[in-house]
């Protein structure tokens, strides 16, 4: 009997080992998250320089009504006056790592005012960020209508 325990308390002690915490993040897990932030913050801030630091010169962003910009195209849109964003509100939001990319997910809840109208915005969003001399750069996002 002491032999049957013994084995037990011994292969979950190995189970065990082999658990991960799930809540823990990474270094580029945090890096990501923070890059995400900033490039959150830019976009209610209208930050030119932000968005230069943040998003890859090859960048597409799509938007959810299928739109397609290149980095120059969004930033002098981001930056320019037909919007205005009140708010931008992140949930959901996962971060896999893969190599010398990130893939997030979340859901963009804001809104913001084009053209004298107020517009609420509620969308999912998959953006792929590329680590590039050592820093977090937008590769690639795409809004989708939820």
């Not at 945090?30 to 998003?55: P, S, Y």
């Not at 053209?115 to 998959?126: M, S, Y």
């Not at 953006?127 to 937008?138: E, F, S, T």
Request: hydrophobic fraction near 40%.
């Amino acid at each position: 009997m002491q032999t049957l325990v013994l084995s037990i308390v011994i292969m979950a002690f190995g189970l065990l080992a082999n658990v991960q915490p799930v809540m823990s993040q990474s270094g580029d897990e945090t890096a990501v998250a923070q890059a995400v932030e900033a490039f959150r913050k830019a976009q209610i801030a209208k930050d030119r320089n932000q968005f230069e630091t943040l998003c890859a010169d090859q960048m597409t962003y799509g938007h959810s009504s299928g739109r397609i910009e290149t980095k120059k195209q969004f930033i002098d849109d981001a930056t320019g006056p037909r919007s205005v964003w009140k708010f931008i509100e992140l949930s959901k939001q996962t971060i896999q790592i893969v190599g010398n990319n990130a893939v997030v997910r979340h859901i963009f809840k804001g809104e913001n005012v084009s053209e004298g109208k107020t517009n609420a915005i509620n969308i999912g969003i998959l953006m792929v960020w590329q680590k590039q001399d050592g820093r977090w750069k937008l590769l690639a996002r795409q809004a989708y209508k939820i």
